[in-house]
């Protein structure tokens, strides 16, 4: 006969038992965990315009994936990445994309969308750019006044060009009249808009902003103003711990055609045109400057002085 095991016995058998299932289900459980959730680093401007509000979570729902994003500016994001601290980027920086996917940290870059910069500043106009059809000529004149200048100074897409403007000047901004304050488009145009000053800024964010800061645009159309996003992804043969899969099911996601017929008529309702062009499968080449396939006017001067705030 088999001797039966007391109930003490029995207690640690089981309890046993248990912390071995608790333990597997543990060790088993992170891994599922990272797969399902994407890692996004991103622009400000993604963010700040509330595209990602709209794009991220009907990704999720189709796809199952958490997406955690981290908005902190093309430069910093594609650093991220290139780290292989995030899956997927999506980035308006063509210089640094192109050096990154060059060192294998970086692949699969695709054109998503774009739109454009601006220069905006005050109503008054103390450097009078107001109209330039170029920006190089409009900071020119913004350094030679010495007018206040506020730079979003953190290596993002928008500072990168900035620094590109400022060198194709032959200007070199310093003083105490350029400020460099290292935060996001939206922070920018609001300390900008504080302090009666002049910034450059993507469309996108500025119009989604626009009703809260007390800044005109004065400069636009210059074809050097032209602001491209894509998306790419790192590389998993350089970092097998990304989820690649993942990392491509957002790229895809985003250049898919129900995606990019989001992306074309997001912001319409609200501000009676696009904050961004939808532009997946087109070569970068035949991309004309976003004002010429816009209406010349934003808005009509009624609808602009109803929306306007009075000044502080």
């Known amino acids: 006969m088999r001797q039966r095991l007391s109930t003490a016995s029995q207690c640690g058998i089981w309890a ?59 430069g910093r994001a594609l650093e991220v990445a290139a780290k292989g601290e995030a899956d997927v ?44 059809p170029r920006a190089v000529a409009a900071l020119t004149r913004i350094a030679t006044s010495h007018s206040l200048f506020v730079s979003r100074g953190d290596n993002s897409g928008t500072a990168q060009l900035e620094q590109k403007l400022w060198k194709a000047a032959t200007r070199t901004p310093r003083g105490e009249w350029y400020l460099p304050v290292r935060q996001g488009m939206a922070a920018t145009l609001a300390i900008a808009s504080a302090k009666r000053a002049y910034t450059l800024t993507d469309r ?78 087109k070569r970068e080449e035949a991309l004309s400057e976003t004002e010429s396939r816009a209406p010349r006017k934003w808005s009509s001067s009624r609808t602009r002085a109803r929306e306007r705030k009075p000044s502080p």
């Open 204 to 281: 996108g964010t500025y119009l989604a902003i626009r009703r809260r800061v007390h800044l005109e645009p004065l400069v636009k159309k210059d074809p050097v103003l032209l602001n491209l996003y894509h998306v790419l992804e790192v590389n998993a043969d350089t970092f097998p711990q990304v989820n690649a899969a993942g990392g491509k099911a957002f790229a895809d996601f985003l250049v898919a055609k129900e995606t990019q017929e989001i992306i074309r008529t997001f912001g319409v309702e609200k501000f009676g045109r696009p904050l961004f062009f939808a532009d997946a499968g």
């Open 16 to 74: 046993s038992l248990a912390v071995a299932v608790l333990l597997a289900g543990q060790a088993g459980a992170r891994p599922v965990l990272a797969a399902q959730t994407v890692i996004l680093a991103t622009t400000t401007s993604a963010e700040d315009s509330g595209l990602l509000k709209v794009l991220v979570p009907l990704f999720e729902q189709q796809t199952g994936y958490t997406v955690k994003t981290l908005a902190v500016g093309s």
């Open 89 to 132: 980027c999506l980035v308006y920086a063509p210089e640094s994309e192109q050096q990154y996917v060059a060192d294998g940290l970086l692949v699969n870059r695709r054109l998503v969308m774009h739109n454009d910069f601006l220069i905006v500043g005050p109503a008054e106009d103390p450097a009078r750019i107001k109209g330039l």
